[in-house]
């Protein structure tokens, strides 16, 4: 008596397994690319740079404090500056140092139009670097 199953047909059933002989062959494909394009990348011309020690110099541009009472005020640095003498002393200043900051410090109830009239007199005079100073700490909306 023969042994056998109990299915009547004669065929197999599908298996459920992921074949991983292509996945291996695309990477193994795809490794060998990168391999030979990588030095390809790189656009390098071989140069002997010349040695020479040396200490770098920071060089910190001047600075002009300008500050702007509530009573709306100019001043530069400790003293007063009237609105009509402002851009003068700008000149002067960007003529000691062409890369003279401004730093601007306004009050809080200034008006906007000194501050404005203020950034263009410097505008004016050459100072491209004007920076505003601020409290830190978490501002009202």
């Not at 030979?36 to 020479?52: F, G, N, S, W």
């Not at 851009?87 to 306004?106: G, I």
């Amino acid at each position: 008596m023969a042994m056998g199953s109990f299915n009547a047909q004669n065929h197999q059933m599908p298996t459920a397994e992921i074949n991983m002989t292509p996945l291996v062959d695309v990477m193994l494909v795809l490794l060998i690319i990168f391999i030979i394009t990588a030095p390809l990348m790189t656009h390098q011309v071989p140069v002997d740079l010349p040695r020479a020690s040396s200490t770098p110099t920071p060089e910190k541009p001047m600075t002009l404090q300008v500050s702007i009472d509530a009573e709306n005020q100019i001043f530069v640095g400790n003293s007063a500056v009237d609105r009509n003498d402002l851009e003068t002393r700008f000149r002067d200043a960007v003529a000691q140092d062409a890369k003279v900051e401004m730093h601007l410090r306004a009050d809080r109830i200034t008006r906007y139009e000194t501050v404005a009239e203020t950034m263009s007199a410097a505008r004016r005079a050459g100072l491209s670097k004007i920076g505003f100073v601020t409290q830190p700490g978490s501002a009202p909306l």
